[in-house]
């Protein structure tokens, strides 16, 4: 079974707009990944944000956590047309070997 | 793109064949992991090799089985094939046992189970 929960399942923004992704999981975790996923094909990483960490940037890109309420955001901002993309949130249980994925969210960008 | 490469990129099989998918990992990284990836849901994890041996397993029946190679290469052979084997099948290589870092994905191998 799946770990993670995405939040919500799909997403319709215009291009420009901000888009936020919400995750939760159940375990305790060393770290927290976000990847993107274009037309069914290879996952891309996006940023990881370790157990210790609040919060990250990247480029458009800023991701939460919050490990009290096991939950972490993925914000986009100024998106664009190829963010459109499904974006999945993965989490190590602590000490594990594999990463828990969740169902992902739709994101959608209209130009 | 990462460095790591998957073949063949599509495969189409018949229930009770028997299938073989290949995985060359990133330069450097002595670690893959295989992932399942059914229609709308979030990859599944099968397995992962580290430097040659089992490093853990899913819940994944013993007729999905595993290989790694001395460049840290590795296949994944499925057995007695059934319709719900149709899925993406994804590997990914990293550095270091267990998944506390980054894992790069191959593009994947997308298998039809007739």
């Known amino acids: 079974s799946q770990q993670g929960e995405e939040d919500p399942q799909a997403l319709s923004i215009q291009e420009g707009e901000n888009a936020t992704m919400n995750c939760s999981y159940k375990t305790s975790i060393n770290n927290l990944q976000w990847y993107r996923q274009n037309s069914g094909r290879g996952l891309v990483h996006l940023i990881l944000?370790?157990?210790?960490?609040r919060e990250k940037h990247s480029g458009r890109l800023r991701v939460t956590l919050d490990t009290s309420k096991k939950s972490s955001s993925l914000l986009i901002t100024a998106s664009r047309a190829a963010d459109t993309a499904s974006y999945f949130c993965a989490t190590d249980a602590f000490g594990g070997n594999k990463l828990v994925f969740g169902a992902g969210t739709i994101l959608r960008v209209k130009s | 793109e990462t460095g790591v490469t998957q073949s063949p990129t599509h495969l189409i099989k018949t229930r009770g064949q028997q299938v073989t998918l290949r995985c060359s990992s990133q330069?450097?990284?002595?670690?893959v992991s295989w992932y399942q990836q059914a229609l709308g849901q979030g990859p599944q994890f099968i397995f992962q090799?580290?430097?040659?041996?089992?490093?853990g397993r899913g819940n994944f029946p013993p007729r999905f089985s595993g290989l790694q190679f001395p460049n840290y290469s590795s296949e994944l052979n499925v057995n007695a094939l059934e319709l719900d084997d149709s899925a993406l099948y994804l590997c990914?290589?990293?550095?270091?046992?267990?998944?506390?870092?980054?894992?790069?994905f191959g593009p994947g191998t997308r298998l039809l189970v007739l």
């Open positions: 944000i370790r157990s210790n960490e």
């Open positions: 990914a290589s990293s550095l270091g046992r267990g998944a506390v870092g980054t894992q790069y």
């Open positions: 090799y580290y430097r040659e041996e089992e490093n």
């Open positions: 330069s450097g990284h002595n670690t």
